[in-house]
């Protein structure tokens, strides 16, 4: 070969390798220049909701109703609110919209349906947005009267109730929202242990899906097994994909109907608040769901203070089961909420009895200082029922109504008490509730009890108040040349 050509390519062969150099020193450069300056092993940072998901079961003729937060309580004048939808989750037109802070949205299922419905939101709206479901039947087999807040998509839910021994129908609804299909594995826990089956796995739930399995009546909702269960705790897990889940029950003889409210994770300490005034049942349900038994302290928050219930101040629950126990004595029809400290994570839950109708509760985080409660529907007579485990309360209550919120209520909550404040029943269209600690106030926790109808024929539902979802925990970034894949 020519020499003059060696030369030539050989210098070709360099000037390549230079070029790519310098094009991974700039790329790495650049990542440098514009990498997040938080440290990875730091506490990462909150940023506020701008988008939010949550599903509305449907299926038995009902109101469906959405409520955002006021301006004041997010926080954000001079942003634009953006826009909330709802629509059948398998898809087509909204069903309604809102686009307005403090605003809210109404829509009435006239009669049972197949799908469920879905609101997206989008933009500041989405901080605190709030969507529920009520039903209200006042005779027949599904007479009660009914809610449910509407659910968020997850992969490990919880639910604490009864088992297909008390109640005639136990239904599991499952919605996917995503593009992807979703698959499903139920466990469940009893009475006397775990349920062992290897049914109710692996349930696929297609994309934009509504799925309604039955407990104990087919091989999805745990077959034969789960049929002897008085009470259950049950847990759904994703195994692909993501699922909204929600489980209502119906008791035999058009004796109430209800919705079970999801739990928090498993803990050590819980509190379960909104156990209800007046006459009937009241049970407070545990669950175990770890491999040892735990050793539970109970105590009693009501209306004249904290106490621990005679002969029932300790609760020794065997690991993998449900243990069920009778509150009425301790109670004496007065409204309180139930203190547990575990030397295990526990579960915890609430079934309560009045007049011709049954609701079911669970424990709750607090709300507290910066934060707030929602309710989108508080139409029939109204009762919040608020509990100051740790230090005095100051909570506003706010109504809502489509034109915005209405006149506040202040209440007070003395230390370790638990007060009723009865809400006049709303004229008009009305939407909901937000429930806000004051500055300086302690951690408080909130129920809202909707009911019509008196004594035998009474019919009445409670909803849990969690912490309205206004801010997403984002985790550190490292400075790691991973940002680069």
Known sequence: MNPEKIVRLLGMRYATAALVLLAVAALYGAAALSRPAADATGPGRDAPVTSAVAVCPGKEGARLTVQSASQDLLEAKGKQPGRADLYPTRGGAPAGSLASFGGGLLKDLPEPGDDSYTVRAQGALAAGLEAGQTTHWPGGEDRGLAGVRCARPG?????????????????????????????????????????????????????YGT??????????????????????????????????????????????????PLSPSPATSLIVPGVPAGEGRRRLLVAVPGEENAGIKVQVIGPDGAFAPEGQDTLDAPAGTVTAVDLDRALSGKPAAVRLVSDR?????????????????????????????????????????????????????????????????????????????????????????????????????????????????????????????????????????????
């Open 345 to 485: 994570p526990i579960l915890a839950g609430l079934d309560a009895q009045k007049g011709a109708d049954v609701a079911y509760g669970t424990a709750t985080p607090p709300l507290a200082p910066g934060g707030f409660g929602a309710v989108s529907d508080n139409r029939f007579d109204t009762t919040v029922t608020l509990t100051a485990p740790h230090g005095p309360a100051d909570v506003r209550i706010t109504p809502m109504t489509a034109q915005g919120p209405g006149a506040p209520k202040d209440v007070r909550i003395p230390s370790e008490r638990t007060v009723d404040v009865r809400l006049p029943a709303p004229s008009g269209a009305n939407q909901g509730l937000l429930i806000a600690p004051r500055p300086g106030s302690g951690p408080v926790h909130a129920v809202r009890v909707q009911s019509t109808g008196k004594d035998d024929k009474a019919l009445f539902t409670t909803l849990p108040v969690p912490p309205a979802v206004t801010t997403v925990h984002l985790p550190p970034v490292g400075d790691t040349q991973g940002v680069l894949y």
């Open 155 to 207: 992969t490990d839910q919880w639910f604490v109730g009864p088992g297909p021994v008390a109640a005639e129908s136990v239904q599991l609804h499952l919605a996917n929202v995503d593009r992807q299909p979703a698959a499903v594995d139920l466990t469940a826990l009893s009475g006397d242990g775990p349920l062992d089956t290897t049914d109710g796995r692996g349930i696929p739930v297609p994309p």
């Open 211 to 260: 799925k309604v399995i039955e407990i104990g009546k087919s091989a999805e909702g745990l077959g034969d097994t789960v049929r002897t269960a008085s009470d259950l705790a049950l847990r759904v897990r994703a195994t692909a994909g993501r699922v909204a889940a929600s489980v209502r029950v119906r008791i035999a003889g058009g004796k109430g109907i209800d919705w079970v």
